[in-house]
């Protein structure tokens, strides 16, 4: 009887500390938690009520607990779903390039003024990168930011707003007359990228979904010129598209347009490398 209870003991003692909704067995000694791919909640106050916001945090299946991994946060399109970023950058993920943060927009929407999500955002940003300080292996001096669409739209607020980020890249659209750069906005590596054959989003500018859209060479001219870059950007011609490089930045920053010349709002049929284009510039700051 006395072994029975002691091989009983050992098969509870050994279940308890597998399961992962135990608390102990997801942090280590230092009282961080342990980098594993799962659904985080971030509470925030909405319109007067309190809210539970989803962030996918996306690693590879085998962390190397001697790697501190850069972090690259992706924000969908109005309408879209975090869960989306999944597929798109998981061999990115796989491989251990980096970690992967997928917030998800309120009302599937991220607040620039005229969205249905009345959110703060910039706060909700911050609020995950407090958490994420909370986590062992991630390299806080290394976030980057991905966004499409009206996700581009928040990567540029953020670049505005915060100085979390290294480098951004906004896709699919540019800076809008109703979100300045700002005089205390810290400098950062740009690298947006629109469609030339973009008509949800102009590329030359003006009028959607009740934004005032800069021409698209103007909005990364303007970040140059708030950066105080070289305004005579080297141009070149890739694949058939048209890139400008402006250098010589504040803090050695760098802002890159590149124009995909038979790109619509949809990139990826035009431009099927761009999430690797996107990584290697990141990986340079």
């Known amino acids: 009887m006395k072994i029975n209870l002691v091989f009983i003991s050992t098969i509870f003692i050994f279940f308890f500390s597998c399961d992962p909704s135990n608390e102990l067995a997801s942090q280590n000694v230092d009282g961080k938690k342990s980098l594993v791919t799962k659904t985080i909640y971030i509470d925030q106050i909405i319109q007067g009520t309190k809210t539970e916001r989803p ?24 309408g879209g779903k975090n869960i989306s970023w999944v597929n798109q950058l998981k061999s990115f993920t796989d ?14 929407s991220w607040n620039l003024g005229t969205e249905p999500s009345k959110a703060d955002d910039v706060a909700f940003i911050n609020s995950i990168i407090k958490e994420l300080e909370n986590y062992n292996n991630l390299n806080m001096n290394k976030i980057y ?63 959607a979904f009740g934004h005032n859209f800069l021409d698209a060479y103007k909005s990364a001219e303007l970040w140059a010129s708030n950066f105080e870059c070289n305004l005579s950007p080297e141009v070149r011609s890739i694949n058939g598209n048209t890139q ?5 930045c504040n803090e050695n920053k760098e802002v890159k347009y590149l124009r995909i010349e038979n790109g619509g709002h949809n990139l990826r049929p035009a431009y099927p490398n761009m999430f690797s284009d996107i990584w290697n510039f990141f990986k340079r700051f």
Request: aromatic share 8%; net charge negative; proline share 6%.
């Open 55 to 78: 962030v996918i945090i996306q690693t590879s299946t085998n962390i190397n607990i001697d790697i501190d991994y850069p972090i690259v946060f992706a924000l969908h399109g109005k």
């Open 145 to 207: 930011a991905i966004g499409t669409s009206n996700g581009s739209g928040m990567v540029n607020k953020l670049g505005i707003h915060t100085s979390h980020f290294k480098a951004i890249a906004p896709v699919v659209s540019q800076l809008m007359e109703s979100m300045p750069i700002l005089d205390n906005t810290k400098p950062v590596s740009i690298f947006q990228i629109n469609g030339a054959k973009d008509f949800t989003i102009p590329i030359n500018g003006g009028s």
């Open 95 to 108: 491989n251990g390039e980096f970690v992967g943060i997928y917030p998800q927009g309120h009302l599937d």
């Open 244 to 248: 400008y490089l402006f250098t010589g």
